[in-house]
């Protein structure tokens, strides 16, 4: 049998045996190979020899070479991206829309009225001609104003600097120490500032500010998220904007739709946020046409002469595509809807699909990441801005011992406040600016491996038109007040209140909502 022959040729060669020197090992591999190198370097004479070593020790090295490049090329885990453009139906996007101020000041008018009286007279101090508030700060309440006060710092000597209290010795806090001079806020050598202490007001440090506008905006911000840190969340959200008096008009497609097509969620920076087509207990809605006839109209009241003055400073709508069952970053990824026009949006989806470890630090559910998402109780999937708040809310309970108003809480811990955590301001400004604590985050949070990006264009008109303002506001005035006379109005100055038109993928804004319009979705690309 064949076998046999081949396995007695193999025992022959065994038994001769390649000797016991490397020059006998090399002699007998040499007679022994099928290669035509190293038999000729052996067999040939000198001149033969010489060429046929070149000629082996050359393309020897070219192989070698070759399985260098092979192996590192395997070892740098090089991706390839493939890219496809093309129409077909997809799912329509979740569409969340928020007021632009979280709150209705006729509900929050009662909880702000200390907040709002020491505004007032803090504007007049650094605005009056006059130093005339010797006799209006008794009835004030200074309780906030102590914690975290505005000052004047006088910089004219760049080596001397004074810090000035705005109220001088005009309460208890700050007796004795000097007044600022009348409208110094405004006044060439002056900055102001915020004061924030730690340790009982054993250590300050001062944020500061290049113009009044931005010192008692954000002064002002931070006293009243120490207040509505202490409300509960359901009257929070009764303070809000209810869905049945924003949306005043919804079609999508042909089909008509409502405020009861849409899920409420609490967004502490813009109040009650509606969300449309999220996904949660429906399946999603299909798109399969451009166009904005395709697409979401509605029609949204903004209420902006009920908006809280001093909280708001911008009037319209927020609004934000997102997919199906994940969580809206209004602030982080929204754009606005101003009142009295139609906003148009076209949108550009990009589907992102990566590979993974070892090709790229992506996670598939967030499982494999080490920060506890706080979102999860939404019942969203992971994504990497939600990752980031968790962190920072980790890193706020670690290092404050209390959690900000602004991101979930977090299990069996309490939300920062003057009244328990006197120091809470000072630790969040430290934390917020501390660079350390960004890249931690950043380091930690991975990814998402599937991930989908909407890119808009926006265009806008004036809406509606002088000819048609008068009809649309009477209809719309009938269907939700129930009234004869006009109750809307897209001037800022009336007394009623204003709406916006949205339409599917696009958002168009002022007074009167946007259209939002989702025309088509055109990119998608997967890596």
Same mark, same amino acid.
């Given at each position: 049998m064949h076998w046999r022959k081949y396995l007695l040729q193999g025992l022959h060669r065994l038994q001769k045996g390649p000797?016991?020197?490397?020059?006998?090992?090399?002699?007998?591999?040499?007679?022994?190979?099928?290669?035509?190198?190293?038999?000729?370097?052996?067999?040939?004479?000198?001149?033969?020899?010489?060429?046929?070593?070149?000629?082996?020790?050359?393309?020897?090295?070219?192989?070698?070479?070759?399985?260098?490049v092979f192996i590192k090329t395997y070892l740098s885990w090089d991706v390839s991206v493939s890219l496809s453009l093309g129409f077909k139906t997809m799912d329509f996007p979740a569409v969340t829309i928020c007021n632009s101020s979280p709150f209705r000041y006729s509900k929050a008018k009662p909880l702000l009225k200390d907040l709002d009286e020491l505004m007032q007279v803090v504007l007049d101090r650094i605005l009056a001609p006059e130093p005339t508030l010797a006799n209006t700060t008794g009835a004030l309440n200074f309780t906030l104003w102590n914690h975290t006060p505005l000052v004047l710092i006088d910089e004219r000597d760049p080596q001397h600097p004074v810090v000035l209290d705005l109220f001088g010795d005009n309460h208890n806090a700050s007796a004795g120490s000097s007044a600022a001079p009348a409208r110094a806020g405004n006044a060439p050598g002056y900055k102001l500032a915020m004061r924030l202490c730690s340790l009982n007001g054993t250590v300050c440090t001062f944020r500061n500010f290049t113009s009044a506008t931005r010192a008692v905006t954000e002064w002002y911000v931070l006293q009243a998220t120490n207040i509505f840190s202490q409300v509960p969340h359901q009257q929070l959200v009764e303070m809000g904007y209810p869905a049945e008096h924003m949306i005043l008009a919804c079609l999508f497609g042909t089909e008509p739709c409502s405020y009861r097509n849409f899920t409420s969620i609490f967004y502490p920076d813009y109040g009650n946020c509606y969300i449309f087509n999220w996904g949660m207990e429906e399946a999603a809605l299909p798109s399969a046409n451009p166009g904005a006839e395709f697409g979401l109209k509605l029609i949204l009241?903004?209420?902006?002469?009920? +908006?809280?003055?001093?909280?708001?400073? *911008?009037?319209?709508?927020? @609004? =934000?595509?997102?997919? #199906? !069952?994940?969580?809206?970053?209004?602030?982080?990824?929204?754009? +606005?809807?101003?009142?009295?026009?139609? *906003?148009?949006?076209?949108? @550009? =989806?990009?589907?992102? #699909? !990566?590979?993974?470890?070892?090709?790229?630090?992506?996670?598939?559910?967030?499982?494999?990441?080490?920060?506890?998402?706080?979102?999860?109780?939404?019942?969203?999937?992971?994504?990497?801005?939600?990752?980031?708040?968790?962190?920072?809310?980790?890193?706020?309970?670690?290092n404050c011992s209390c959690a900000h108003y602004l991101y979930p809480l977090p299990p069996g811990q309490r939300y920062c406040n003057s009244r328990d955590f006197p120091d809470w301001a000072h630790c969040y400004f430290d934390l917020r600016m501390s660079l350390a604590q960004r890249e931690s985050c950043i380091r930690m949070c991975k990814e998402s491996c599937n991930d989908t990006q909407y890119k808009m264009t926006i265009s806008m008109a004036d809406w509606p038109s002088e000819a048609s303002e008068d009809w649309i506001f009477h209809v719309l005035s009938q269907e939700r007040d129930h009234s004869t006379n006009i109750t809307l109005s897209k001037q800022f100055y009336s007394p009623s209140s204003s709406c916006c038109l949205l339409q599917e993928g696009h958002c168009q804004a002022q007074y009167l909502l946007p259209r939002i319009q989702l025309p088509h979705y055109r990119g998608i690309s997967s890596q």
């Open positions: 000797g016991y020197t490397y020059k006998e090992l090399l002699v007998w591999y040499c007679n022994n190979t099928n290669t035509h190198g190293p038999k000729r370097i052996i067999c040939e004479g000198p001149k033969k020899k010489a060429m046929w070593f070149l000629i082996t020790l050359l393309f020897a090295s070219l192989v070698c070479w070759q399985w260098g009241d903004i209420d902006q002469e009920d +908006y809280v003055p001093f909280l708001a400073s *911008t009037a319209g709508a927020r @609004l =934000v595509l997102h997919e #199906q !069952r994940t969580y809206p970053f209004i602030k982080e990824e929204g754009i +606005y809807a101003t009142s009295g026009t139609e *906003t148009s949006i076209g949108v @550009l =989806v990009d589907k992102l #699909q !990566r590979m993974g470890e070892p090709y790229s630090p992506c996670t598939r559910n967030g499982s494999d990441v080490a920060i506890r998402n706080l979102y999860s109780s939404y019942n969203t999937t992971y994504s990497i801005q939600a990752c980031l708040h968790s962190c920072f809310q980790e890193h706020m309970v670690r």
